[in-house]
């Protein structure tokens, strides 16, 4: 018997239909989530769907009869990503953080600004404004009772890099 086709997503487009599978069926563990997308020609190990989870902002919540299942939350305010998962994604993408007043800039590879944009905005820290990407650079706006180089000192932390040493 031959092995049904399967194809390999890109992620916006693999997390794209792990919502609408969430909303169409009670996903009770991330293995059914793979064997959803396996039954629906999407190739997709247990890590990449545990990742996309995470991103999505998916919680488990408890339903009728007791079960919990995978369920994304509707408002994007109501995405909020942990500090582990910002640490982890300002750890992978960010090269570098400077600073100028309330404005700080965060350097990242080429093409994944975005990445460490979207981690700050859902994460939603008191501190920061918001952001704007490009395709290497993130303009973060500190808010002005913290200030740029608090925000700036933080960033750095949860990116793991070193401190810039005072000039002088």
Do not use: C, F
């Amino acid at each position: 018997m031959a092995k049904a086709s399967t194809v390999k997503l890109g992620k916006a487009q693999r997390q794209h239909r792990i919502a609408q599978m969430l909303e169409q069926h009670p996903v009770t563990s991330q293995l059914q989530l793979v064997d959803l997308l396996a039954a629906a020609g999407i190739e997709a190990t247990q890590a990449t769907v545990s990742r996309d989870l995470e991103e999505m902002g998916a919680v488990k919540v408890r339903v009728q009869g007791g079960d919990s299942v995978y369920a994304v939350p509707e408002l994007p305010k109501d995405r909020r990503a942990p500090e582990e998962h910002l640490r982890r994604v300002l750890g992978d993408w960010v090269v570098d953080v400077q600073r100028s007043g309330n404005i700080v800039l965060v350097r990242t590879p080429p093409g994944s600004a975005h990445v460490v944009a979207s981690a700050l905005d859902r994460a939603a820290p008191a501190d920061i404004l918001g952001t704007v990407a490009g395709d290497d650079t993130v303009i973060v706006i500190a808010t002005e009772d913290s200030g740029g180089p608090r925000v700036q000192r933080r960033l750095i932390d949860l990116a793991g890099l070193e401190a810039p040493q005072p000039k002088g």
